[in-house]
């Protein structure tokens, strides 16, 4: 079993930045993709960005050079640096981890983890 937390959510304006944080407990593996996925009211589950045991990312188009995901080696934290928010990024912010074959995917139906999610909210 995995434990994932959330924390770093909030309000901001538009134009601001925010930094998610997870921490990982119980049986981490090094070799664990990990990613961050969103979801607003109304709409599914998608993926914001994955980063995999080698190191490689993939992000959304539409947070492509807006945000930054990174980690540690470990495994045992993830981090999202969110920056030129726009109010459309509001949403329930998750992390997420698992074995993976697919590279740093951002399908939901690629991670057994889950954290318990963060809300992120942007005003215009």
């Known amino acids: 079993q995995v434990q994932l937390v959330e924390s770093g959510g909030g309000s901001v304006q538009a134009g601001g930045s925010l930094r998610l944080s997870c921490a990982a407990s119980?049986?981490?593996?090094?070799?664990?993709?990990m990613a961050w996925f969103r979801q607003a009211p109304g709409k599914e589950r998608e993926g914001v960005a994955s980063?995999?045991?080698?190191?490689?990312?993939r992000y959304a188009r539409s947070v492509k050079g807006r945000f930054t995901i990174s980690g540690d080696n470990a495994k045992t934290a993830l981090y999202l640096q969110m920056s030129s928010l726009k109010p459309e990024d509001t949403a329930v912010y998750y992390c997420?981890?698992?074995?993976?074959?697919?590279?740093?995917?951002?399908?939901?139906?690629?991670?057994?983890?889950w954290g318990q999610g963060n809300q992120v909210t942007v005003s215009s």
């Open positions: 997420a981890a698992d074995f993976s074959w697919v590279r740093a995917p951002l399908s939901p139906h690629e991670y057994l983890y």
């Open positions: 119980g049986n981490t593996y090094s070799t664990y993709t």
């Open positions: 980063l995999d045991n080698f190191g490689y990312t």
